[in-house]
């Protein structure tokens, strides 16, 4: 939609901010702009017309860039709108994978593994003795 601007409109597009190019879509040209500012007195928006000077040859030129920048503008809010998806996506899924490895951890410590085993020892020289081992595993 700049070049279109540029080329149609005889647009200076260097350096301009998104309200410009708003604007230039909004009315035929700088000085239709100009007057409706000074009709509202809000003279500190208006443009200097050699620096920010376009002029549409017919109202059509400026319908068609006028959809060029809505579309634009919406293929832009929908990307950041996906960018925001795979954010926040990224967000939940590291939040579960820690609350997963929490869970598991704290089932590893509970779940050690406790053994009693009792037995009688006999050695030919020495009396019997009983012996009784205690185990845990985790």
Same mark, same amino acid.
């Given at each position: ?42 003279? &500190?928006? !208006?443009? +200097? ?11 059509? /030129?400026?319908? %068609?860039? *006028? ?17 925001? &998806?795979? !954010?926040? +996506? ?11 490895? /929490?869970?598991? %951890?704290? *089932? ?31």
């Amino acid at each position: 939609y700049k070049s279109y601007a540029a080329s149609v409109a005889g647009a200076n597009v260097d350096g301009k901010d998104a309200d410009y190019y708003a604007t230039v879509g909004q009315y035929m040209d700088v000085k239709d702009y100009n007057n409706a500012k000074a009709l509202n007195r809000d003279f &500190a928006e !208006m443009y +200097n017309e050699d620096t920010y000077y376009w002029q549409w040859d017919n109202n059509e /030129s400026r319908k %068609n860039y *006028r959809n060029m920048w809505v579309t634009s503008e919406q293929a832009f809010n929908g990307l950041r709108f996906i960018v925001g &998806a795979m !954010m926040l +996506n990224r967000i939940a899924s590291a939040i579960n994978a820690a609350r997963l490895v /929490s869970s598991y %951890n704290k *089932r590893q410590l509970e779940s050690t593994d406790w053994s009693f085993s009792f037995g009688v020892d006999q050695k030919p020289t020495l009396p019997a003795s009983l012996t009784v081992n205690f185990s845990t595993g985790f």
